[in-house]
């Protein structure tokens, strides 16, 4: 099984600062297009559910669950609430870069 990817190992990217820049003011904006990659939903749809109080809890752990299982990533539904729930910062941007850090991962808009 794999893991989840991140920056390269010579330091933090651009593109991961972005991705980093983006998730800090407008995190919808990420899941949004993690639960698009995901194919959990749209992007816009996935930006909306962010702002609704457990639906968006339920939709984040389909999204992680989606990426996990389409990376042939080891974990479990236990690992990812316990990403989502102490730093969801880190989690969405963990997302963001599996999705386009991985061959043939093209994220769609």
């Known amino acids: 099984c794999a893991s989840w990817t991140m920056a390269q190992s010579s330091g933090i990217n651009a593109e991961y600062g972005g991705t980093c820049i983006i998730s ?25 559910i962010f702002f609704v ?11 992680r669950g989606a990426i996990r299982e389409k990376y042939s990533i080891e974990g479990s539904l236990i690992n990812d609430l316990f990403a989502i729930c102490c730093c969801g910062l880190c989690a969405i941007v963990q997302e963001a870069q599996q999705c386009k850090n991985s061959p043939g991962a093209a994220m769609a808009r």
């Open 24 to 48: 800090w003011f407008v995190p919808c904006v990420t899941f949004g297009q993690n639960a698009e990659a995901a194919g959990v939903s749209s992007c816009i749809m996935g930006a909306i």
């Open 53 to 63: 109080p457990l639906l968006n809890l339920f939709c984040w752990v389909k999204i």
